[in-house]
């Protein structure tokens, strides 16, 4: 079966950075993504990896270790609005390539 | 331009009963996903739908069943419905010709959310 890892909490200060880890162990990869989901709301997209390395964009950060079966998601600068759930997902090479397997979430929640 | 609208917002039914959510794909888009999300828990893939027929599936009981009209909308059934099938049941869109990158791949509803009693 599929098997995607990320922490249940975790805690941080307005201001400071914080990394969300994501494993996985999957029969087969076609990319990973970072979603954010505000309760009661849609995960909306923050990132996508398909190779090794760090994606940058603003504030939030994605690295991916393809052989490791590892990333992470940086945020930086946290800002109360930033508490959420983040959620870890991996596209498949079987299946529709819109078909994601995901984390069951890491919910921050960033203190003043 | 509008995203993804799913109806009804929230719904509370009891066990045994049947449901129909709604979903229309954010505009220029043709695939339709449906997701469940229960509690706490990362959303589970149900099925999808393409060119009105369902073409990927997964690991739910044939109590959950699909349509997608010709406008590209959709409908998730559920029936004889379970104390466990109380969850968000999230709709996203996409685009098949679209470039499998980032933000093309899924975009989502802000979900139904059935409780069963």
């Known amino acids: 079966g599929q098997n995607i890892d990320q922490p249940t909490e975790m805690t941080a200060t307005e201001g400071a950075i914080v990394q969300i880890n994501c494993t996985y162990q999957?029969?087969?990869?076609?990319?990973l993504f970072w979603y954010q989901q505000h309760a009661g709301e849609a995960p909306t997209f923050l990132s996508y990896n398909v190779l090794d390395g760090l994606e940058e964009k603003g504030r939030f950060s994605s690295f991916l270790s393809r052989s490791k079966g590892y990333s992470y998601l940086l945020l930086k600068e946290l800002q109360m609005k930033d508490s959420a759930s983040y959620l870890c997902?991996?596209?498949?090479?079987?299946?529709?390539?819109?078909?994601?397997?995901f984390g069951s979430g890491t919910q921050l929640t960033v203190l003043p | 331009d509008a995203g993804v609208t799913q109806s009804p917002t929230h719904l509370i039914k009891t066990r045994g009963q049947q449901v129909t959510l709604r979903c229309s794909p954010k505009?220029?888009?043709?695939?339709v996903s449906w997701y469940q999300q229960a509690l706490g828990q990362g959303p589970q893939f149900i099925f999808q739908y393409y060119e009105e027929e369902e073409r990927q599936r997964g690991n739910f009981p044939d109590r959950f069943s699909g349509h997608q009209f010709p406008n590209y909308s959709s409908e998730l059934n559920v029936n004889a419905l379970l104390l466990g099938d109380s969850a968000l049941y999230l709709c996203a869109s996409s685009l098949e010709a679209g470039t499998l990158s980032g933000a093309n791949v899924l975009t989502f509803g802000a979900g139904s959310r059935l409780t069963v009693l």
């Open positions: 999957t029969s087969g990869f076609n990319g």
């Open positions: 505009s220029g888009h043709d695939t």
């Open positions: 997902a991996v596209s498949l090479p079987s299946g529709s390539a819109r078909q994601l397997t």
